[in-house]
């Protein structure tokens, strides 16, 4: 009888778990970082609805799942936290423990933090040389306290944000790299190589230039760019290289 009573609980209890299930809806332009066996996704758009609902959740990568049935894979919701805002088409960065979440369209301020530990979510005050100009669909590259973005809508500049001290800079040169957005961005070392991705002038259209560098590389020490010799015949037109819906 006790053996019975059991099964039956059991199988009322996941009933109950698969029916009041958090399972994310479909949606773009959002982020996706991983932390300790856990991948925290982050913001996105909806289609015909604005911003995408459920705004912060995790999928436990540390657990067995199939991709065959996205409701029974180890989703849970984070979007009750207090004081977490929407983002679209923003950029992410993991610092040890916490996500740094930049730019986008978004109905909260310019940076967004997120601690993975305390569950915390904050929007802190920056100074310096912040960013004016549109940041949407840019990668950022974390070293040491230092983020590292890159481009944005119509320029070429470098904007680093120190996170001890949550303090913006910027840097410019005479050589720049081509792709202001839609790029990839991997950390080498100390410095950072660009591949491919799009820019658009304010007038909207894609522009040239002899001092462009369609694949490039920055120095993190000197502030620098130098151009990767050898790939330019192999590699172009990588547009997009970093989107995904």
């Known amino acids: 009888m006790k053996t019975l009573l059991s099964i039956v609980l059991f199988c009322i209890i996941n009933f109950h778990k698969i029916i009041f299930a958090f399972v994310p809806s479909g949606r773009g332009e959002h982020n996706a970082v991983l932390v300790d066996k856990k991948l925290y996704f982050h913001g996105g758009w909806a ?9 912060l959740f995790y999928l436990d990568v540390s657990k ?8 029974l894979m180890p989703w849970t919701n984070l979007s009750s936290i207090s004081g977490v805002t929407c983002k679209t088409g923003a950029t992410a960065c993991a610092d040890e423990t916490t996500i740094y979440y930049i730019g986008g369209w978004h109905c909260g301020g310019l940076v967004s933090k997120f601690n993975t530990i305390s569950l915390q979510w904050s929007e802190p005050t920056t100074s310096g040389s912040i960013p004016k100009e549109e940041i949407k669909f840019v990668h950022c590259v974390i070293l040491e306290n230092n983020i ?3 481009g944005g809508y119509a320029v070429h500049k470098m ?7 949550l303090f913006w800079s910027t840097f410019t040169s005479s050589l720049i790299y081509s ?16 591949i491919g991705g799009a820019f658009h002038s304010l007038d909207g259209c ?12 920055y120095n993190t020490n000197d502030n620098t760019w130098r151009i990767v010799v050898g790939f330019n015949k192999i590699i172009f037109n990588f547009n997009y290289i970093s989107l995904y819906y």
Do not use: M, R, V, W
């Open 206 to 217: 894609q522009t040239n230039s002899n001092q462009e560098l369609p694949i490039s590389i």
């Open 148 to 150: 590292y973005i890159y």
């Open 179 to 194: 792709g202001t957005h839609f790029y990839s961005a991997t950390l080498l070392n100390d410095s950072i190589l660009y």
């Open 159 to 165: 904007n680093i944000l120190d996170t001890s001290k």
């Open 64 to 71: 067995s799942f199939t991709i065959l049935d996205i409701s």
């Open 47 to 55: 289609a015909g609805e604005g911003y995408a609902p459920s705004q």
